[in-house]
């Protein structure tokens, strides 16, 4: 069965520094998705990537935040200066065009000190 | 903005017992989605509903998509431990984000 790759599975950060998170999503997929979910709460969308751009973002996604696909496989989140509201954990998901459902990867637990 | 009202947030079962969750919007959607996530992974689809009005079953899992399009419910039958998890909702229009529901926690005693 296929799968959404991330990576890491976790990561500590220091208040102020840059993370990067990976997520290799399914090679057919041309949709591709970021989520997070603070701990304890729903997921809640961030943002969608198709054909190379964004094609939606939500408030959280502000501009301490870029997603970009520098390669045919991988897809990046990018937080510039990390808060500690921003401790959660991060799902990437991609998406096909013939069935709709995403397949989410396990997640990168970020957390924020 | 766009929110799924899922119920309820918890529930408490024995070993055996059916269960029933729903989700309520007051958006439409084009599908519904009900997902189960273990800690600390990330969430599994488990059906998918693309008609209105469709009912669909995955072992012993059944899943209604409302004739309004406004609303889903998820039976799961004769629980088993390994049923234990958080249970999501999500709506869908098109090709675009999910809305999430807030998660039904089942906890089962054997």
């Known amino acids: 069965e296929p799968e959404v790759t991330q990576t890491p599975s976790h990561q500590v950060t220091q208040m102020g520094q840059e993370v990067i998170l990976r997520c290799v999503p399914i090679s057919n997929h041309l949709y591709f998705y970021w989520y997070r979910q603070i701990l304890g709460q729903k997921v809640e969308f961030l943002v969608s990537f198709y054909n190379n751009e964004i094609s939606e973002k939500s408030e959280i996604f502000d501009d301490q935040f870029s997603v970009e696909r520098p390669d045919g496989s991988n897809f990046t989140l990018k937080i510039r200066s990390t808060k500690l509201e921003d401790s959660a954990m991060y799902f990437c998901?991609?998406?096909?065009?013939?069935?709709?459902?995403?397949?989410f990867g396990s997640g990168t637990r970020l957390t924020v000190v | 903005g766009q929110q799924l009202n899922q119920s309820p947030q918890s529930m408490f079962i024995q070993e055996g017992e059916d269960v029933s969750m729903n989700c309520t919007s007051s958006s439409i959607f084009n599908t519904w989605l009900w997902y189960k996530q273990d800690p600390g992974e990330g969430p599994v689809l488990l059906i998918a509903?693309?008609?209105?009005?469709e009912l669909t079953s995955n072992g012993r899992l059944t899943a209604q998509f409302g004739i309004t399009r406004k609303d889903s419910f998820l039976n799961i039958s004769a629980s088993i431990p390994s049923d234990v998890g958080i249970y999501f909702c999500?709506?869908?229009?098109?090709?675009?984000?999910?809305?999430f529901g807030q998660g039904t926690r089942l906890t089962i005693n054997p």
């Open positions: 999500a709506g869908q229009k098109g090709a675009q984000k999910l809305v």
């Open positions: 998901a991609s998406e096909s065009l013939e069935n709709y459902g995403y397949t």
């Open positions: 509903l693309y008609k209105a009005g």
